[in-house]
Structure formats: structure tokens, C-alpha cells
């Protein structure tokens, strides 16, 4: 136990290791760098994701619940992190936003770490992920699995009408493209047919969450932002050498939003490799929790990792990972599909999921996620985690 709760107020910052000097591309979600000579780059790119870690003397979860989740919620927090980035992506952008220590914040960026407050009311806060998880048949304070996660923030993203994201788990190690178009265009059926709402719809604010702008009508009248969760299962007790290469590839892609797993015992965020190395945030660090200052802006130097990034060696990851994309657009999503199509498999290698345009028939009847709850029994409450079958769950 002890081993699996060691966090980083143990550690002195100082002893984190410098990032290599080495010749070798680096990637990170979809931007490629040269260690040699933009070091400088690298840091600030990873101290702009968003950092999410263990935090302790929040409000009771539920009320009545835990007031920290450390030691049981570094799952909890990749999934933050992996929609944080999806966020940041939808209202700031990729390539244009950098988050620089002491300086104004952008009211978008502010809304977005509002929304992650450890608090019942942020849209995307511990007690919400923790509170919804019980609808999965999981108590507050338990393990979850990277499935179980994207299930979890696929139901909170509902209530989110500012970000107006669509979330598309795909199971079965299967991405059905028809799916997909059906979720970010509801208001057309497939063949384009108006359907539910009128064209040039546009969502009403909310009003939860401050310094958020309205969307533009081009923004929103055709295609509602992806997000696309692909949970997998790649070897038994260790990853199958056979797709190292490919989830490599996938950080390579301009629409990757990293990847949630970790290894026995840990979870983690990784965000992109170097060599044979996966670069990852490590939410193993307990810090207090924020609260917003009297003019609503947030202190934010403790949600962006300021050291250098921690790496693993890939060989080391948990086999349960789930994979994250993010398409603001229909064109994003085209390229992503004929991205995928095109990439290069290497003599031994294996693709780590399926892309098709229509739902197999094999896979027309699937459990419905919405409707697990802790009255069916342990196999099923443990579905989408369990060790016999997809996934596996981490225990503590």
C-alpha cells in the first residue's frame, strides 16, 4: 500500500530526471520536437496541459464521503486530464495557446479549469466522476478502469452545453463511422435529411460557467465537437510487442488526445514518447484543493506540472488503456478516418482497433452502460474492468 500511494510530497523536484538529449523525434499529442535544440519547447508544451492530481480537503464527496482520494483516485484524474485536453483544444486550440506562470488567463481557460473544481457544482469535478460512477456500479473510493472512466465523462459531458462536446465510447476494439456521424450531427439523419433541429441551431449558454463566450453559429450548425474514447485491451498481463509501434503512431496523429492507463497498482496520462519511451503526467502528487479568488479567477500554478516530464519505457505500461481523439470538425474526423487507414504497419505489427463505416452485424446487440448498476452481480458490476474478461482492474 504504501508503494502505491508514494506521491511526490515524498520527493524533492530537484531529483526529477532531465529530459534526454537525443536525436530522436519527440512526440506530443500530434506536434513533433527536436530534443536537441527546442528543450524550451518541449517544457512549455507539457506545462501547458492541464495537470490534475491528488488533492485533499475538498468538501465531503456526497456530503458525507471522503475529503481526499488519495491512494484511490489517480484513474479519476487521467480521465480529467484526457477532457481537459479536450477542452482546451475545443476553446483555445492546440497550436495557439500556451499557459506562461503569472500571467492573465484568457476567460475561456478560466472557464475550463473552473469546470474541474473539486466541488459538487464543476461539471467535471472528482465528486461528479466519483458520484456517477455509482450509476456503474462502482462505490465512491473504488478503482475504476480506463472503460469505466470514458463512460463516466461521456454521461457528465450531457450537462456541459457550453463545450457542447459529442463522446463517443467505441467497444469491441471497433470504430463504426456511421456511429460517429450519427452523434455529432443529430439534427441529420444519415442521408442528410433535417431531422430533430432546424439548421442554423445554436445551443443556449448555460451561464454555469463565467468568462465563457458564445459559440459561433459556424462552430455548431453542422457538427458538434468529437470526442472519441477507444478503451483496449492489448496482451494479457503485459502489452504484445506487436502494437508498440502502432500506439506510438497514434501520438503522432494532429487529432490524439493522449492516452489513459498506467501501469499495476498506478494510472497515468500519457501524452506522448521519445525512442521507447512514453512521456506521461503522473497525477501521484497530493496538493490542497483550489478554491476561486473574490474576483473569480482561479490559482492555477498547481493544475500545470512544472518539472520535467516523467517518462516510462513502454514495454512497462498495463495492457488496459484507452486511447482519446479529439475532431472539432467533420473534416478533422474525415482526416483522422483516412489517417488511420493509411497508417504504416511495420513487418510484425498489429492495428490496435477496427475502423469501418457500418456496425458489424456480429456487434449489433451490446450492453447498454447506462443501465449497469450494483445490484447485478460482481461479474457484471466489474463488465468493463474485469481481469476474465476485457479489462482489468488495478486494485490498491
Known amino acids: ?59 465531503p464527496i456526497g456530503g458525507t464521503g471522503p475529503t481526499s482520494d488519495t491512494g484511490w483516485g489517480c484513474m479519476l484524474r487521467c480521465g480529467q486530464m484526457i477532457l481537459g485536453e479536450a477542452l482546451v483544444c475545443r476553446h483555445l486550440g492546440r497550436a495557439d495557446w500556451r499557459w506562461v506562470r503569472g500571467q492573465p488567463q484568457r476567460g475561456q481557460y478560466i472557464s475550463i479549469l ?36 470514458a463512460q463516466v465523462l461521456k454521461k457528465l459531458t ?45 445551443p443556449k449558454h448555460n451561464g454555469c460557467l463565467e468568462g465563457a463566450c458564445a459559440l459561433a453559429e459556424e462552430e ?13 485491451r492489448l496482451g494479457l498481463s503485459e502489452i504484445n510487442k506487436a502494437y508498440i ?23 497515468h496520462y500519457f501524452i506522448g514518447y521519445v525512442g521507447e519511451e512514453l512521456i506521461y503526467l503522473d497525477p501521484h502528487t497530493t496538493q490542497p484543493a483550489v478554491e476561486p479568488c473574490e474576483d473569480s479567477q482561479v490559482p492555477d500554478d498547481t493544475y500545470h506540472c512544472q518539472h520535467p516530464p516523467c517518462r516510462m519505457h513502454i514495454c512497462e505500461i498495463d495492457p488496459s488503456v484507452a486511447v482519446g481523439f479529439f475532431c472539432r470538425t467533420e473534416d478533422d474526423f474525415d482526416d483522422w478516418c483516412m489517417r488511420i487507414r493509411k497508417l504504416p504497419h511495420t513487418r510484425g505489427s498489429l492495428p490496435m482497433f477496427e475502423l469501418v463505416d457500418c456496425q458489424p ?16 452481480s460482481d461479474r457484471l458490476e466489474r463488465f468493463f474492468d474485469s481481469e476474465d474478461e476485457e479489462f482489468e482492474i488495478l486494485s490498491l
Open 1 to 59: 500500500m504504501d508503494a502505491a500511494t508514494l506521491t511526490y510530497d515524498t520527493l524533492g523536484f530537484g531529483e526529477f530526471e532531465d529530459f534526454p538529449e537525443t536525436s530522436e523525434p519527440v512526440w506530443i499529442l500530434g506536434k513533433e520536437f527536436n530534443a536537441l535544440t527546442e528543450k524550451d519547447d518541449i517544457l512549455s508544451d507539457v506545462t501547458s496541459r492541464l495537470w490534475f492530481t491528488y488533492r485533499k480537503n475538498f468538501s
Open 114 to 149: 473552473n469546470a474541474f473544481l473539486d466541488k459538487k457544482d464543476s461539471y467535471y469535478s472528482l465528486h461528479q466522476i466519483a458520484q456517477m460512477g455509482v450509476g456503474e456500479g462502482k462505490s465512491i473510493g473504488q478503482w475504476y478502469g480506463p472503460n469505466t472512466v
Open 158 to 202: 450531457v450537462f456541459d452545453s457550453w463545450s457542447r462536446l459529442a463522446v463517443h465510447v467505441a467497444m469491441d476494439n471497433t470504430v463504426v463511422m456511421e456511429e460517429i456521424k450519427r452523434l455529432c450531427m443529430p439534427w441529420l439523419d444519415y442521408g442528410g435529411a433535417a431531422c430533430a433541429e432546424p439548421p442554423g441551431w445554436i
Open 220 to 232: 455548431t450548425a453542422l457538427w458538434k465537437p468529437l470526442v472519441l474514447l477507444i478503451p483496449l
Open 245 to 267: 509501434e502502432t500506439l506510438k503512431q497514434c501520438f503522432q496523429l494532429p487529432q490524439s488526445l493522449g492516452v489513459i492507463g498506467g501501469k499495476p497498482n498506478s494510472a
Open 361 to 376: 452485424s456480429h456487434l449489433a446487440c451490446s450492453v447498454d452502460v447506462l443501465n449497469l448498476t450494483p445490484d447485478f
